[in-house]
């Protein structure tokens, strides 16, 4: 009998499953009856009436899929509606949609940091970001997390072997490019993206940030980090975002410079390769898109919502984070006991969930606001939470 070449496989799921590791895929029910704290849709949009309609609408009129890439057939008279929307309302100059947020950071890193230029990462941002840099061609460094001065300190070219001849100190000699979330994803911080900004603009560096967790919550209307940091559409700067978080739909964008963004269209694989973001997508996220704009005020209720359920859990006794957006993190023991605890909340009622590593290298249970959180089902979380706590 031949060696079975995937027979590893059960000595590694063992593993993970001592560890608290192993994941599993749970079907949810279409109205499940429990607290919602573990979605993304922050601002209670992806059931809204106008934007189910605008994607069920949209998939009547263009058809259920792309039917090809963005480059053959998948580009539509609605794809480039969204984009110009979506550019408008961030303040960026143009925008290219992709079919998911994963995809736009792969695509843009891959795109905008080639072989021979150096790309410097938050130690803290996302797996797509890290992925990535994996994919670029550059030099690739870890800053400490949210911390400027670790960022210009990789700016630096290190020269602990150049020789006589070469210079004591100096920035990097090809293109660069700092990466970071504008909203931490499991933390819930916001990164410091002025004092970036400025490290940046000293080291003649590019900034890109993934604000797939600002976007819809942070700034006036919901209108990014970026934007509320005052760096939307400057030259040097470039956005990812989702649109499957506060726009309750699917896909990603970059947003940026016209000519960053035609780039994209013809050195990004992610978009010139992959089949384009469907239609009833691309129509609910414009749908959700103009119910934002319309009621900007969601934007803050969500930030109140996830204010008041960081005081509800740290008036409990648990070291909730402080939000600077919709997430709010607790730290747990251990992965086994961050499991643990995330089942004991779903069984009472509350869908929290779980990050263990290696998505971060500390587990804890993730919680997401969202605007239609009241305040009773705030205190109904925080006395679960603590209620079930390992």
Request: hydrophobic content about 45%; some cysteine; proline content about 5%.
């Amino acid at each position: 009998m031949q060696n079975d070449p995937f027979g590893w496989i059960a000595a590694d799921t063992e593993r993970r499953r001592a560890a608290g590791l192993l994941r599993e895929v749970r079907p949810r029910e279409a109205a499940a009856g429990t607290l919602d704290l573990a979605s993304n849709d922050y601002l209670s949009l992806a059931r809204h009436s106008e934007v189910t309609a605008a994607a069920a609408g949209a998939a009547r009129t263009w058809g259920a899929g792309a039917t090809g890439s963005r480059l053959v057939t998948g580009s539509t008279s609605l794809h480039a509606t969204l984009e110009a929307e979506l550019a408008e309302f961030c303040g960026f100059e143009a925008a290219l949609v992709f079919a998911t947020g994963y995809a736009a950071n792969l695509g843009a890193l891959a795109a905008l940091a080639p072989r021979g230029s150096l790309i410097v990462s938050d130690a803290g941002n996302h797996a797509s970001v890290i992925d990535g840099c994996r994919l670029a061609g550059g030099e690739v460094r870890i800053a400490r997390h949210a911390s400027p001065d670790d960022v210009a300190a990789g700016l630096v070219r290190p020269m602990p072997d150049a020789g006589d001849d070469a210079p004591a100190a100096g920035v990097f000699a090809g293109p660069a490019l700092v990466v970071t979330d504008g909203v931490f994803s499991v933390e819930g911080d916001l990164a410091p993206l002025r004092d970036l900004a400025r490290v940046c603009r000293d080291a003649g560096a590019g900034l890109l940030v993934d604000d797939a967790h600002g976007l819809g919550v942070v700034g006036d209307g919901g209108r990014g980090s970026v934007h509320d940091a005052g760096l939307a559409g400057a030259r040097d700067v470039v956005a990812t975002v989702t649109l499957s978080k506060a726009l309750g739909s699917q896909g990603g964008a970059v947003l940026g410079p016209a000519d960053v963004v035609g780039h994209l269209v013809s050195a990004a694989r992610t978009f010139m390769f992959d089949t384009g973001l469907a239609p009833a997508a691309a129509g609910g996220a414009l749908a959700a898109l103009r119910v934002l704009r319309r009621e900007p005020e969601r934007a803050g209720r969500c930030r109140e919502a996830a204010e008041g359920l960081s005081d509800a859990l740290r008036a409990a006794g648990l070291d909730a984070t402080r939000p600077g957006a919709a997430v709010v993190s607790v730290p747990a023991p251990s992965a086994q006991d961050a499991v643990a605890w995330a089942a004991r909340c779903r069984a009472a009622g509350v869908e929290v969930f779980c990050f263990r590593p290696p998505s971060v290298p500390w587990p804890r249970l993730r919680l997401t606001a969202h605007a239609g959180l009241t305040s009773a089902e705030i205190r109904r979380a925080a006395e679960i939470l603590a209620a079930t706590a390992p």
